[in-house]
T-cell receptor, first 112, second 115 residues
């Protein structure tokens, strides 16, 4: 079956611009997670959705970052006023509640 | 705070040699433990996981890991490494309940394989 997909695979933007990153989870998975992986580091948790609601957004670094999942399936991570420090690979994962998380290939974001 | 330590940043082994990647965690109770592998340009793939029961768990691609409560460790092993095993390996823990299951990762160990 289809795995987790993320679009775009690469995104280059200029400092100060707004970007949206999309995640399509595995069909039927109620839980969806966003992580950020900087160069040479392990992924770091950003936000977790259970259904449509953000159950835990404690990992979002500041109020420039926001994520939505309006219908409980596809999720969009939104970054306002991008900064060079936002450059990283953004990973999405989905799971059935309490089960293993399956990861997408990630979106590589480069802020110039 | 909970944390995961992978003390080896980079390991090089010869093809056919055995492999052990170290992982230690810091947490008051026994968390759920995972090993993921990430090949260049690829997403994270689950190798194996430990929730409870037998402390020696078998995974895909011939990998196994042993949970040792007394040492707070969950080391990954493979008896004979193949060139295709060259990748980055991440140990992770998840705490169900209050934190709703977000993974906490170590910084990773990059594995190189010599022919």
């Amino acid at each position: 079956g289809a795995g987790v997909s993320q679009t775009p695979s690469n995104k280059v933007t200029e400092k100060g611009k707004y970007v949206e990153l999309r995640c399509d989870p595995i069909s039927g998975h109620t839980a969806l997670y966003w992580y950020r992986q900087s160069l040479g580091q392990g992924p770091e948790f950003l936000i977790y959705f259970q259904g449509t609601g953000a159950a835990d957004d404690s990992g979002l670094p500041n109020d420039r970052f926001f994520a939505v999942r309006p219908e409980g399936s596809v999720s969009t991570l939104k970054i306002q006023r991008t900064e060079r420090g936002d450059s990283a690979v953004y990973l999405c994962a989905s799971s059935s509640l309490g089960e293993t998380q399956y990861f997408g290939p990630g979106t590589r974001l480069l802020v110039l | 705070a909970q944390s995961v330590t992978q003390p080896d940043i980079h390991i090089t082994v010869s093809e056919g040699a055995s492999l052990e990647l170290r992982c230690n965690y810091s947490y008051g109770a026994t968390p759920y433990l995972f090993w993921y592998v990430q090949s260049p340009g690829q997403g994270l793939q689950l190798l194996l996981k430990y929730f409870s029961g037998d402390t020696l768990v078998q995974g895909i691609k011939g990998f196994e890991a042993e949970f040792k409560r007394s040492q707070s460790s969950f080391n990954l092993r493979k008896p004979s490494v193949h060139w295709s095993d060259a990748a980055e390996y991440f140990c992770a823990v998840v705490l169900y309940g209050g934190s709703q299951g977000n993974l906490i990762f170590g910084k990773g160990t990059k594995l190189s394989v010599k022919p």
